[in-house]
Protein backbone atom coordinates (compact mmCIF):
# COMPACT_ATOMS: atom_id res chain seq x y z
CA UNK A 1 0.00 0.00 0.00
CA UNK A 2 1.27 2.96 -0.77
CA UNK A 3 0.17 6.44 0.63
CA UNK A 4 -0.12 10.01 -0.68
CA UNK A 5 -1.59 12.90 1.22
CA UNK A 6 -3.91 11.17 3.53
CA UNK A 7 -4.90 9.11 -0.04
CA UNK A 8 -3.86 5.79 0.08
CA UNK A 9 -3.47 3.57 -3.13
CA UNK A 10 -3.11 -0.94 -2.97
CA UNK A 11 -1.26 -2.57 -5.44
CA UNK A 12 -2.86 -5.47 -6.44
CA UNK A 13 -0.89 -8.59 -4.78
CA UNK A 14 0.65 -6.95 -1.89
CA UNK A 15 -1.29 -8.59 0.70
CA UNK A 16 -0.46 -11.68 -1.25
CA UNK A 17 2.65 -14.17 -0.16
CA UNK A 18 4.61 -15.61 -3.19
CA UNK A 19 3.22 -18.75 -4.21
CA UNK A 20 -0.32 -17.55 -2.45
CA UNK A 21 -3.69 -17.88 -4.48
CA UNK A 22 -6.27 -14.92 -3.99
CA UNK A 23 -9.68 -16.03 -2.78
CA UNK A 24 -12.11 -13.96 -4.09
CA UNK A 25 -14.41 -12.14 -1.77
CA UNK A 26 -18.32 -11.58 -3.09
CA UNK A 27 -19.74 -8.82 -2.66
CA UNK A 28 -22.97 -6.71 -3.16
CA UNK A 29 -23.27 -2.76 -3.84
CA UNK A 30 -26.32 -0.46 -2.31
CA UNK A 31 -27.33 1.88 -3.84
CA UNK A 32 -29.92 4.26 -2.19
CA UNK A 33 -32.29 6.76 -3.94
CA UNK A 34 -35.31 8.42 -3.91
CA UNK A 35 -39.22 7.47 -5.04
CA UNK A 36 -39.85 6.52 -8.66
CA UNK A 37 -41.84 9.32 -9.35
CA UNK A 38 -39.11 12.07 -8.48
CA UNK A 39 -35.97 10.16 -9.94
CA UNK A 40 -33.98 12.42 -12.69
CA UNK A 41 -33.41 10.12 -15.54
CA UNK A 42 -30.57 12.22 -16.91
CA UNK A 43 -28.63 11.84 -13.48
CA UNK A 44 -29.86 8.57 -12.07
CA UNK A 45 -28.76 6.96 -16.33
CA UNK A 46 -25.53 8.80 -15.70
CA UNK A 47 -24.65 7.22 -12.34
CA UNK A 48 -26.03 3.39 -13.40
CA UNK A 49 -23.91 3.61 -16.18
CA UNK A 50 -20.72 4.56 -14.40
CA UNK A 51 -21.46 1.99 -11.76
CA UNK A 52 -22.47 -0.95 -14.71
CA UNK A 53 -18.92 0.15 -16.03
CA UNK A 54 -17.01 0.12 -12.54
CA UNK A 55 -18.26 -3.66 -11.84
CA UNK A 56 -17.45 -4.69 -15.55
CA UNK A 57 -14.37 -3.67 -15.09
CA UNK A 58 -13.62 -5.03 -11.70
CA UNK A 59 -15.19 -8.69 -12.66
CA UNK A 60 -13.49 -9.12 -16.22
CA UNK A 61 -9.98 -8.97 -14.47
CA UNK A 62 -10.73 -11.92 -12.87
CA UNK A 63 -10.14 -10.26 -9.70
CA UNK A 64 -13.54 -9.90 -8.51
CA UNK A 65 -16.99 -11.96 -8.94
CA UNK A 66 -20.24 -10.79 -10.44
CA UNK A 67 -21.65 -8.71 -7.61
CA UNK A 68 -25.36 -8.31 -6.86
CA UNK A 69 -26.51 -4.57 -6.72
CA UNK A 70 -29.37 -3.84 -4.69
CA UNK A 71 -31.45 -0.96 -5.19
CA UNK A 72 -33.65 0.22 -2.20
CA UNK A 73 -35.92 3.40 -2.65
CA UNK A 74 -38.61 5.66 -0.45
CA UNK A 75 -41.15 5.10 -1.97
CA UNK A 76 -44.26 2.47 -1.75
CA UNK A 77 -43.91 -1.19 -2.75
CA UNK A 78 -46.23 -0.48 -5.56
CA UNK A 79 -43.13 1.53 -7.74
CA UNK A 80 -40.78 -0.90 -7.06
CA UNK A 81 -41.82 -2.34 -10.76
CA UNK A 82 -41.96 0.99 -12.68
CA UNK A 83 -38.50 1.91 -11.28
CA UNK A 84 -36.65 -1.53 -12.23
CA UNK A 85 -38.61 -0.85 -15.43
CA UNK A 86 -37.39 2.54 -15.62
CA UNK A 87 -33.12 1.38 -14.58
CA UNK A 88 -33.28 -1.48 -17.03
CA UNK A 89 -34.44 0.78 -19.79
CA UNK A 90 -31.81 3.55 -19.26
CA UNK A 91 -28.91 1.11 -18.67
CA UNK A 92 -29.50 -2.64 -19.91
CA UNK A 93 -25.95 -3.57 -19.76
CA UNK A 94 -26.42 -3.64 -15.30
CA UNK A 95 -28.65 -6.62 -15.88
CA UNK A 96 -25.84 -7.72 -17.45
CA UNK A 97 -23.08 -7.27 -15.13
CA UNK A 98 -24.67 -7.22 -11.55
CA UNK A 99 -27.35 -9.78 -9.99
CA UNK A 100 -30.16 -6.61 -9.46
CA UNK A 101 -32.14 -6.49 -6.48
CA UNK A 102 -35.07 -3.64 -5.75
CA UNK A 103 -36.72 -3.15 -2.62
CA UNK A 104 -39.41 -0.08 -1.17
CA UNK A 105 -38.22 0.84 2.13
CA UNK A 106 -41.05 3.08 2.60
CA UNK A 107 -41.05 6.56 4.49
CA UNK A 108 -37.58 5.74 5.39
CA UNK A 109 -34.76 8.35 5.78
CA UNK A 110 -31.40 8.63 4.13
CA UNK A 111 -29.72 5.68 6.73
CA UNK A 112 -32.29 3.84 7.48
CA UNK A 113 -32.41 3.07 3.08
CA UNK A 114 -29.10 1.73 3.47
CA UNK A 115 -29.57 -0.50 6.64
CA UNK A 116 -32.47 -1.72 4.95
CA UNK A 117 -29.90 -2.51 1.41
CA UNK A 118 -27.72 -4.11 4.17
CA UNK A 119 -30.62 -6.59 5.63
CA UNK A 120 -30.71 -7.79 1.95
CA UNK A 121 -27.02 -8.41 1.13
CA UNK A 122 -25.35 -11.52 0.95
CA UNK A 123 -22.19 -10.52 -0.38
CA UNK A 124 -18.99 -10.94 2.34
CA UNK A 125 -18.32 -7.08 1.67
CA UNK A 126 -20.91 -4.35 1.56
CA UNK A 127 -20.39 -1.18 -1.15
CA UNK A 128 -22.36 2.02 -0.61
CA UNK A 129 -23.12 4.50 -3.29
CA UNK A 130 -25.93 6.57 -4.21
CA UNK A 131 -27.58 7.51 -7.34
CA UNK A 132 -27.09 11.28 -7.57
CA UNK A 133 -23.20 10.74 -7.27
CA UNK A 134 -21.35 9.34 -10.92
CA UNK A 135 -18.27 7.37 -9.74
CA UNK A 136 -15.08 7.52 -11.99
CA UNK A 137 -12.99 5.00 -13.55
CA UNK A 138 -11.26 2.67 -11.02
CA UNK A 139 -13.48 3.43 -8.47
CA UNK A 140 -14.56 0.15 -7.57
CA UNK A 141 -11.40 -1.60 -7.31
CA UNK A 142 -9.98 1.25 -5.63
CA UNK A 143 -13.00 0.40 -2.50
CA UNK A 144 -12.47 -3.13 -3.29
CA UNK A 145 -8.81 -3.70 -2.87
CA UNK A 146 -8.04 -2.91 0.79
CA UNK A 147 -10.81 -5.86 1.91
CA UNK A 148 -8.42 -8.53 0.41
CA UNK A 149 -6.85 -7.87 3.76
CA UNK A 150 -8.80 -9.36 6.88
CA UNK A 151 -7.36 -7.27 9.14
CA UNK A 152 -9.14 -3.88 7.32
CA UNK A 153 -12.85 -3.76 8.36
CA UNK A 154 -13.60 -0.18 6.52
CA UNK A 155 -12.79 1.89 3.37
CA UNK A 156 -14.18 5.69 2.11
CA UNK A 157 -13.52 7.05 -1.13
CA UNK A 158 -13.10 10.84 -2.14
CA UNK A 159 -16.40 12.37 -3.44
CA UNK A 160 -16.40 15.92 -4.27
CA UNK A 161 -19.16 18.37 -5.22
CA UNK A 162 -19.78 19.09 -8.93
CA UNK A 163 -20.02 22.59 -10.33
CA UNK A 164 -20.62 24.65 -13.48
CA UNK A 165 -21.99 28.38 -12.32
CA UNK A 166 -21.56 30.54 -9.72
CA UNK A 167 -23.59 29.23 -6.88
CA UNK A 168 -22.30 25.93 -7.43
CA UNK A 169 -18.83 26.89 -7.59
CA UNK A 170 -19.69 28.51 -3.83
CA UNK A 171 -20.96 25.36 -2.99
CA UNK A 172 -18.04 23.73 -3.97
CA UNK A 173 -15.89 25.66 -1.69
CA UNK A 174 -17.82 25.89 1.09
CA UNK A 175 -18.84 22.41 0.82
CA UNK A 176 -18.10 19.70 3.69
CA UNK A 177 -17.22 17.51 0.63
CA UNK A 178 -13.31 18.47 -0.47
CA UNK A 179 -12.33 20.18 -4.41
CA UNK A 180 -11.64 16.77 -6.65
CA UNK A 181 -8.17 18.33 -7.58
CA UNK A 182 -5.51 20.04 -4.82
CA UNK A 183 -7.19 19.64 -1.44
CA UNK A 184 -5.76 17.04 -0.33
CA UNK A 185 -5.45 18.01 2.91
CA UNK A 186 -8.56 18.95 3.77
CA UNK A 187 -9.42 15.19 2.19
CA UNK A 188 -7.33 13.64 4.76
CA UNK A 189 -9.43 15.11 7.71
CA UNK A 190 -12.53 14.07 5.97
CA UNK A 191 -15.40 11.76 7.83
CA UNK A 192 -16.25 8.79 6.07
CA UNK A 193 -18.52 9.43 2.77
CA UNK A 194 -21.85 7.46 3.62
CA UNK A 195 -21.88 7.68 -0.52
CA UNK A 196 -18.19 6.38 -1.47
CA UNK A 197 -17.11 3.38 0.95
CA UNK A 198 -17.29 -0.09 1.70
CA UNK A 199 -17.30 -2.39 4.61
CA UNK A 200 -17.08 -5.49 5.62
CA UNK A 201 -20.58 -7.56 6.55
CA UNK A 202 -19.33 -9.49 9.31
CA UNK A 203 -18.54 -5.92 11.00
CA UNK A 204 -21.24 -3.92 9.35
CA UNK A 205 -24.00 -6.78 10.16
CA UNK A 206 -23.39 -6.07 14.09
CA UNK A 207 -23.04 -2.24 13.72
CA UNK A 208 -25.99 -0.79 11.39
CA UNK A 209 -26.03 2.86 10.57
CA UNK A 210 -27.20 4.27 14.30
CA UNK A 211 -30.43 6.11 15.06
CA UNK A 212 -30.85 9.82 15.10
CA UNK A 213 -33.04 12.48 14.50
CA UNK A 214 -30.13 14.18 12.56
CA UNK A 215 -29.92 14.73 8.65
CA UNK A 216 -26.12 13.35 8.58
CA UNK A 217 -25.23 12.58 11.93
CA UNK A 218 -25.31 8.93 11.78
CA UNK A 219 -22.40 8.50 9.41
CA UNK A 220 -19.76 10.11 12.19
CA UNK A 221 -21.50 7.93 14.77
CA UNK A 222 -20.45 4.85 13.17
CA UNK A 223 -17.00 6.04 12.55
CA UNK A 224 -17.16 6.32 16.29
CA UNK A 225 -18.20 3.38 17.06
CA UNK A 226 -15.60 1.81 14.17
CA UNK A 227 -12.70 3.41 16.22
CA UNK A 228 -13.96 2.12 19.81
CA UNK A 229 -13.85 -1.22 18.17
CA UNK A 230 -10.14 -0.96 17.15
CA UNK A 231 -10.17 -0.08 13.67
CA UNK A 232 -10.53 2.85 11.17
CA UNK A 233 -11.48 2.95 7.64
CA UNK A 234 -9.08 3.48 5.07
CA UNK A 235 -8.76 5.89 2.60
CA UNK A 236 -8.23 5.38 -1.20
CA UNK A 237 -8.31 7.43 -3.97
CA UNK A 238 -12.19 6.47 -5.23
CA UNK A 239 -12.98 9.16 -6.70
CA UNK A 240 -17.02 10.39 -7.56
CA UNK A 241 -18.41 13.56 -8.26
CA UNK A 242 -22.02 14.30 -6.34
CA UNK A 243 -24.46 16.59 -8.19
CA UNK A 244 -24.32 20.15 -7.10
CA UNK A 245 -27.64 21.11 -5.10
CA UNK A 246 -29.49 24.27 -6.60
CA UNK A 247 -31.49 26.86 -5.21
CA UNK A 248 -31.60 29.30 -2.42
CA UNK A 249 -33.73 27.20 -0.60
CA UNK A 250 -31.39 24.24 -0.47
CA UNK A 251 -29.12 26.88 1.17
CA UNK A 252 -31.11 27.90 3.47
CA UNK A 253 -32.57 25.02 4.94
CA UNK A 254 -29.14 23.09 4.67
CA UNK A 255 -27.49 25.34 6.56
CA UNK A 256 -29.94 25.03 9.10
CA UNK A 257 -29.87 21.32 9.36
CA UNK A 258 -26.01 21.57 9.77
CA UNK A 259 -26.05 23.55 12.49
CA UNK A 260 -28.75 21.44 13.96
CA UNK A 261 -26.84 18.81 13.48
CA UNK A 262 -23.83 19.87 14.69
CA UNK A 263 -25.16 20.31 17.54
CA UNK A 264 -26.66 16.50 17.50
CA UNK A 265 -22.69 15.19 17.18
CA UNK A 266 -21.59 17.08 20.12
CA UNK A 267 -23.98 15.89 22.22
CA UNK A 268 -23.93 12.49 21.25
CA UNK A 269 -19.95 12.11 21.09
CA UNK A 270 -18.63 14.97 23.86
CA UNK A 271 -20.86 16.07 26.36
CA UNK A 272 -24.68 17.06 26.79
CA UNK A 273 -23.90 20.13 28.65
CA UNK A 274 -25.78 23.84 27.24
CA UNK A 275 -23.04 26.13 28.82
CA UNK A 276 -21.03 23.64 26.87
CA UNK A 277 -22.86 23.56 23.82
CA UNK A 278 -23.05 27.13 23.43
CA UNK A 279 -19.41 27.52 23.65
CA UNK A 280 -18.83 25.09 20.78
CA UNK A 281 -21.46 26.57 18.27
CA UNK A 282 -19.51 29.98 19.13
CA UNK A 283 -16.16 28.39 18.55
CA UNK A 284 -16.96 26.47 15.43
CA UNK A 285 -18.98 29.47 13.72
CA UNK A 286 -15.30 31.23 13.77
CA UNK A 287 -13.52 28.14 12.86
CA UNK A 288 -15.56 27.38 10.43
CA UNK A 289 -15.63 31.00 8.92
CA UNK A 290 -12.03 31.18 8.51
CA UNK A 291 -12.01 28.11 7.22
CA UNK A 292 -14.92 28.94 4.26
CA UNK A 293 -13.38 32.82 3.66
CA UNK A 294 -9.68 31.06 3.46
CA UNK A 295 -10.91 27.97 0.65
CA UNK A 296 -12.76 30.66 -1.60
CA UNK A 297 -10.01 33.01 -1.55
CA UNK A 298 -7.24 29.89 -2.49
CA UNK A 299 -9.24 27.97 -4.72
CA UNK A 300 -12.08 29.99 -6.19
CA UNK A 301 -9.81 31.45 -9.33
CA UNK A 302 -9.11 27.06 -9.42
CA UNK A 303 -12.59 26.52 -10.01
CA UNK A 304 -13.10 29.15 -12.83
CA UNK A 305 -15.00 31.70 -11.07
CA UNK A 306 -13.86 35.27 -12.30
CA UNK A 307 -12.15 37.42 -9.86
CA UNK A 308 -15.32 39.84 -9.75
CA UNK A 309 -17.24 37.34 -8.70
CA UNK A 310 -15.28 36.11 -5.70
CA UNK A 311 -16.47 38.79 -3.17
CA UNK A 312 -20.03 38.04 -3.44
CA UNK A 313 -18.51 33.99 -3.05
CA UNK A 314 -17.34 35.14 0.37
CA UNK A 315 -20.45 37.32 1.33
CA UNK A 316 -22.82 33.89 0.44
CA UNK A 317 -19.84 31.64 2.60
CA UNK A 318 -20.09 33.79 5.27
CA UNK A 319 -24.19 34.01 5.49
CA UNK A 320 -23.95 30.11 5.18
CA UNK A 321 -21.90 30.04 8.46
CA UNK A 322 -23.92 32.43 9.79
CA UNK A 323 -26.89 30.61 9.50
CA UNK A 324 -25.59 27.56 10.76
CA UNK A 325 -24.19 28.97 13.84
CA UNK A 326 -28.21 30.59 14.07
CA UNK A 327 -29.55 26.51 13.81
CA UNK A 328 -26.57 25.25 16.12
CA UNK A 329 -27.09 27.75 18.94
CA UNK A 330 -31.01 27.48 19.18
CA UNK A 331 -30.32 23.80 19.57
CA UNK A 332 -27.61 24.17 22.09
CA UNK A 333 -30.50 26.96 24.32
CA UNK A 334 -33.27 24.89 23.52
CA UNK A 335 -35.47 26.68 21.49
CA UNK A 336 -36.02 24.05 18.98
CA UNK A 337 -36.78 20.54 19.47
CA UNK A 338 -34.69 17.91 18.72
CA UNK A 339 -37.30 15.67 15.88
CA UNK A 340 -36.20 13.53 12.42
CA UNK A 341 -35.09 15.68 10.13
CA UNK A 342 -36.62 14.96 6.59
CA UNK A 343 -35.88 16.90 3.37
CA UNK A 344 -38.62 19.10 2.01
CA UNK A 345 -40.66 18.63 -1.21
CA UNK A 346 -39.29 22.04 -1.91
CA UNK A 347 -35.88 21.57 -1.63
CA UNK A 348 -35.05 19.46 -3.73
CA UNK A 349 -31.78 17.14 -4.01
CA UNK A 350 -29.79 16.99 -0.99
Known sequence: MTCEDGLCS???????GRGMERKSQTYSIVV????????????????FRALAREIEAATTDDRHPKPEVIVVHSGENTETPLLQQRIAELVPRLDAVANLVFSASTGSRYYEIKNA??????GDIVVFCDSDTVMESGWLSA??????????MAV?????LGHDDFASRTFALLWFFPLRDGDQRFASRRAMNANNCAFRRSWLASHPYPASNGFKVSCTLLTSQLRESGHDFVRVDARASHYPPRGWRFFFWRALVTGRDADRKYVALESPSRTARVVKAARRWFSTSRRVGGRILAHAARLGM????????????????TLVFVAQMAMALG???DEPEYVPLYVGHS
Open 117 to 122: GVGLAT
Open 10 to 16: VAPNVML
Open 32 to 47: EMENAQSINEDEIGAS
Open 335 to 337: LVR
Open 306 to 321: PIWQIPFALIVGMAFC
Open 156 to 160: SGYTY
Open 143 to 152: LLEPLQDPKT
